[in-house]
């Protein structure tokens, strides 16, 4: 089954503004994770969410998690160009190593 | 801040070549893994490993791929015969032993099969 599908597939915001993105999940998870991605570059962890938790804070990132509906917001506040990248979200299973990964969301800051 | 460091950057080969992508995980940290990105397409796992073995491998990682720990600092990914459905970025990552910490990933290798 497929995990870690995000939405918007594609964000344009002025800088300044707030940018929210979601993911869904299809599966019991042990923890949530977000990704950003510069074009052509590595993956630069973000944060993580157990799955016993709710909601968590990193700088101008938060990040909620809801394991009844099987979904994870990332928001990140205060858009500054710099923030122009895509980002995923990856679901990690109880009982394996594998992170499944969505299909991200490139966001794009107009400055 | 320590960092996963991958070689080569671009990689431009011959289908049927052999091909050797390797990665200098961070040094305390004990689960190495090779992901894989297709232009385009999802960050796909391909073999995770631990305690000098695989503990987990996809699909995709099939008998043309081995994964190795030479030595206490490198982790290599050989693919025996290159197709060209191989073209893609390879990402190696690591993470402590303790759970609850995110992947540290490699700026990844940019494999070209032609």
């Known amino acids: 089954s497929q995990q870690g599908e995000e939405d918007p597939q594609a964000l344009s915001i002025q800088e300044g503004e707030n940018a929210t993105m979601n993911c869904s999940y299809k599966t019991s998870i042990n923890n949530l994770q977000w990704y950003r991605q510069n074009s052509g570059r590595g993956l630069v962890h973000l944060i993580l969410i157990r799955s016993n938790e709710r909601e968590k804070h990193s700088g101008r990132l938060r990040v909620t998690l809801d394991t009844s509906k099987k979904s994870s917001s990332l928001l990140i506040t205060a858009s500054r160009a710099a923030d122009t990248a895509s980002y995923f979200c990856?679901?990690?299973?109880?009982?394996?190593?594998?992170?499944?990964f969505g299909t991200g969301t490139r966001l794009t800051i107009i400055p | 801040e320590p960092e996963v460091t991958q070689t080569p950057s671009h990689q431009v080969t011959q289908m049927g070549q052999e091909v050797i992508l390797r990665c200098v995980p961070i040094?305390?940290?004990?689960?190495f893994y090779w992901y894989r990105q297709i232009l385009g397409q999802k960050v796909e796992f391909l073999v995770s490993f631990y305690n000098n073995e695989i503990s987990e491998k996809s699909e995709i990682f099939d008998d043309q791929f081995s994964v190795e720990r030479p030595d206490g600092s490198n982790f290599t990914l050989k693919i025996r015969s290159t197709k060209l459905e191989d073209s893609a970025m390879y990402f190696c990552a690591s993470r402590p032993a303790q759970g609850g910490y995110g992947y540290t990933f490699g700026s990844g290798t940019r494999l070209t099969v032609v």
């Open positions: 040094s305390n940290h004990l689960y």
């Open positions: 990856a679901v990690l299973n109880f009982g394996n190593e594998k992170l499944t």
